[in-house]
């Protein structure tokens, strides 16, 4: 295609949850929208965070004119550190997602050169050839936006993460109208969020869990701990509620709790009434019945405060018998385990442990739209063509059946990370492919990026352990200055003869070896390696990593 | 309590989901109900199988007159190998248990000394003090039994794993008037499966599933892969028996699947009409429409047949467009990231694929009683105590509070591992603890025993790698007979500087230290170590495990 054409290329979240980034760009501009993070599966042993590969936004640094978020979940803006201490440019974002950006680049310390632009819903701006036009959506978090953009080509519309909350609990309510007008007007692609995809419905309003948890909190008797995303700010904002109807005060307990709620109080999303928050050293002085504590851990981090108070090990959260616990969050797949121990635990101390099993009523809503919104939105909008984002693949796929399914898209289409579409006023097609992946960071510092030899060790590692010979070697005659040493970590033998055998092998393999190979390192520690891995497979079946090491002295 | 009381012995199951095993003495005899096996959470690096501790069974082994065993899943039986290689005691168990009995105990050269001694249903048989009757019940796999067993202070049942199913396919039904005849005849003790005590009403029956697949094997129009656990044998069956009404040939594909359907087929409990098995490699000789893979991997095992296929490694299972892929089974908590990558795998190819999702109507049932049956086994037996069995502690709990709700039982206990209930005519109790816990496995071999220092160091290094120091010492000087050696394994620093450092730091570390901290090696690496550590934290952020290695030459 020509140079006419404007180019649509995803960097992160199409084939994956998380770590959203898209690039849109018309000749020598482009913008990016949302840098988020992934949280790593199980088998990226000690990775902390994963962030998309942007070599094709550093490629072209000179172009890219910003970056706009939609929303502050980690998802969308966790990857802002490490791209901007590699591409410094301006970002825009709502009110409340700038606040959660700043304590990010804050730890970091790129707050101080970061260019941080407030948007506000319904008030336009350009960048380049594009007019931007930030829309109120709905959704777990606050002051979240979709995102019109005005293209020499036509309009595109990306939802950002939403769901159609009709009674939205801080009265900001979905914009339907502006979604409407853009339909008359004309949309030219539609990009819209595939989370909730294969639900059926409508997903149910941020308010529709009050009438269970107000019984609930009814009917507790001692202490009542409630536990949710510490981002869920209408969440934290009904419990407070609740607790206040319900004579009990409120301690917050977990550092992204406290952090959350002060964000909200502060932007007025939340506005306790004077002398409902207590400290948390005061729950002790109160009667069990007068207290709501929220807390972090839903699910099951390690080090949270309820994973921690689960087992006697909070100061200030003490788990007795009879008091309640509230899981108002969903299970994240993967997370089974640490949560269902954190369950067990509150069992053996005689909780009553209340979370989201399909048996205990709504306590917890999602914060993305159901088929009916998905088709809703498209209904509204009547893109010409279509494209699913913020999925796996098989969500992406159902995406565009249901797109199809409505009758009114020209084409859906289906892309993944780093494909290039490319779209005239009257086409959409799949051009070409940019470097795209996945960068693994170690301990949260954006520098430590983990390279896949690294991750392999690891899992080798962490599988069998270690078993390292160290050989010495006299540099006057050639010959083994002593009998090798072997050092053992994360693998024992419980027989006594392999070590003195596998020393043994050692020898033998130098001996058999000429003394032009001896003289090549690299190859007389490979021989050893293969024979001494032979050896302990065979006579342990396992697979311990072998590490010659060989000193001249 | 004195000497005249029967004791009960939780060895394993009772606290957690798997690696059943209880003992039951009186006086000078023991008898042990199963002997199975737990797969390892993620944590617990390269151990492939856990077992349960039989300390106990082990200092008293002149006592124990055998191990019953209920049924043939592997959280039974799969314990086995290990406990018969420590102790070798006759094992009984219905004819289909007692097949894969063989085959396990062969694998680990066991077989020949084992002895083995089939057991009927409804034929009693007596162990010392014990009087011992299987009684059918129905279950996921074929030929299980619960047990009660009469001894000098009344009768217990242990009802194994079980749910009433009344219309089992294997024309065996749940024996329901064994057990209302015990209830008349007066029951002291009832352990009961707590497995799925957390779901209101009936458990539907094996046959519940046949509508719906019927319906997918009607409607579908190029090959049909059918995924279940290969111990399924009711769902194999029922796969076969609509593969053949469908008119489509039938190809296992598997070792597990292969394996499970050979040992079905000898025993007569399936019974597939002539022609209707095709080798797998006649897969490609039939039209699409005609051909039904039966293949194992719901689980999402990296090496099973349906993972390989779902990548195009597979030389007889290759899924083509449009091809659809039934999971006949359920996600095992903990596995949804490997069988989600399974299922994206499939959609990229553009299978259909039908799991169970909640929304592709009832394709898969479990095989353990609901709420409604555990009550109906309660209301049969009117045991005058009740202990539940197999379930974390939750499900404990709640299986007391159903069972207290009956209004039968006098009384109703929670026990854990290790716990000793005692029991007379008229009481029990708690009366102290024995040594239990878990055993961890590398590799399958029964005596690979991994010690818990093992796991922690594979998860050291799991998670930051190894940093190793090697340290040479003229045993002429006492000095450094070269500079240090530094290696790395799964870490790794991008600046130049800290490798340098580092060998200066333990030059520093050794010169500092006085001649007779030199001669004292342990210290000597201990700090080392020490110095080593803060450096590498300080300047990385990580955590790699150290090992100073020192060498006199």
């Known amino acids: 295609m020509g140079n006419e054409t404007l180019k649509v290329i995803p960097l992160g979240g199409l084939g994956e949850f998380g770590m959203n980034c898209m690039a849109i760009q018309w000749k020598d501009d482009i913008i990016v929208i949302d840098a988020g993070l992934m949280f790593p599966e199980d088998d990226l042993l000690g990775v902390d965070i994963v962030v998309p590969d942007i070599t094709y936004l550093l490629e072209n640094r000179d172009k890219v004119r ?59 701006f350009v960048l380049g050839p594009f007019k931007i036009s930030p829309i109120r959506v709905t959704h777990s978090l606050v002051d979240c936006v979709a995102l019109a953009i005005r293209t020499p080509v036509g309009t595109i519309v990306h939802t950002g993460d939403f769901k159609i909350d009709l009674s939205s609990p801080d009265g900001k309510p979905f914009d339907l109208h502006s979604f409407a007008e853009l339909g008359k007007e004309g949309v ?16 149910p309003g941020e308010l529709a869990v009050k009438p269970r948890l107000d019984e609930i909190f009814a009917r507790t008797e001692k202490r009542l701990f409630f536990s949710c995303f510490s981002s869920s700010i209408h969440r934290i904002k009904l419990a407070m509620e609740l607790a206040h109807k319900h004579n009990r005060k409120v301690a917050l307990i977990g550092r992204s709790m406290d952090n959350s709620t002060e964000i909200a109080m502060d932007l007025g999303y939340i506005d306790p009434p004077q002398g409902l928050l207590i400290h948390s050293g005061q729950i002790k002085d109160l009667p069990p019945e007068q207290v709501c504590v929220l807390i972090s851990g839903t699910q099951g981090e390690p080090m949270s405060a309820l994973s921690r108070a689960a087992v006697d090990n909070h100061k200030h959260a003490r788990i007795e018998p009879g008091d309640t616990v509230i899981f108002s969050s969903r299970v994240i797949p993967g997370n089974e ?90 086409s959409i097609e799949k051009t070409g492919k940019v470097a795209s992946g996945r960068i693994l960071i170690d301990s949260g510092s954006t520098a430590d990026v983990v390279e896949d030899i690294i991750i392999r060790d690891r ?87 072998i590490m010659p090491v060989i000193l001249e002295i």
């Not at 970056?67 to 440019?89: A, F, K, M, W, Y």
């Not at 969020?193 to 419905?201: K, L, W």
């Not at 043994?504 to 070896?513: A, D, F, H, K």
């Not at 050893?528 to 311990?544: E, F, G, H, V, W």
Request: proline share 4%; charged share 25%.
């Open 337 to 426: 385990k640490p949560i269902y121990n954190v369950i067990d635990h509150l069992y053996r101390r005689k909780a009553k442990v209340i979370h989201d099993d399909g048996k205990s009523g709504l306590i917890h809503v999602s914060g993305h739209a159901s088929q009916e919104e998905l088709r809703l939105m498209i209904n509204l909008l009547r893109p010409k063509f279509f494209v699913p984002v913020h999925g796996d693949y098989r969500h992406l796929t159902q995406h565009v059946e249901i797109a199809v399914g409505t009758g009114i898209p020209e084409k859906a289409m289906l892309i993944e990370d780093g494909e290039v579409l490319e779209l005239t006023g009257t």
């Open 188 to 203: 030219l692609l539609l990009l819209q969020d595939s989370t909730n995809c294969d639900r059926p419905g409508y997903t």
């Open 459 to 545: 899992r080798h590692l962490s599988e069998a352990g270690l078993v390292m010979a160290i050989i010495t070697i006299d540099k006057m005659t050639g010959k083994q200055a002593g009998p090798p040493e072997i050092v053992t970590r994360g693998f024992a033998v419980n027989e006594e003869g392999i070590m003195s055998d596998a020393r043994n092998i050692i020898g033998r393999t130098l001996e058999e070896s000429s003394a032009e190979e001896k003289r090549d390192w690299i190859l007389i520690k490979e021989k050893i390696r293969a024979d001494l891995k032979r050896y302990i497979q065979k006579n342990t079946q396992r697979r311990p990593m």
């Open 66 to 124: 910003g970056i706009i978020l939609t929303h502050g979940h980690e998802d969308h803006i966790g990857g802002l550190p490490r791209i901007l201490s590699q591409l410094n440019v301006p970002v825009y974002g709502t009110e409340f997602t700038l606040t959660y950006v700043e304590g990010k680049l804050e730890e970091h310390k790129l707050l101080d050169d970061a260019d941080l632009i407030e948007m506000l819903p319904g008030e336009n």
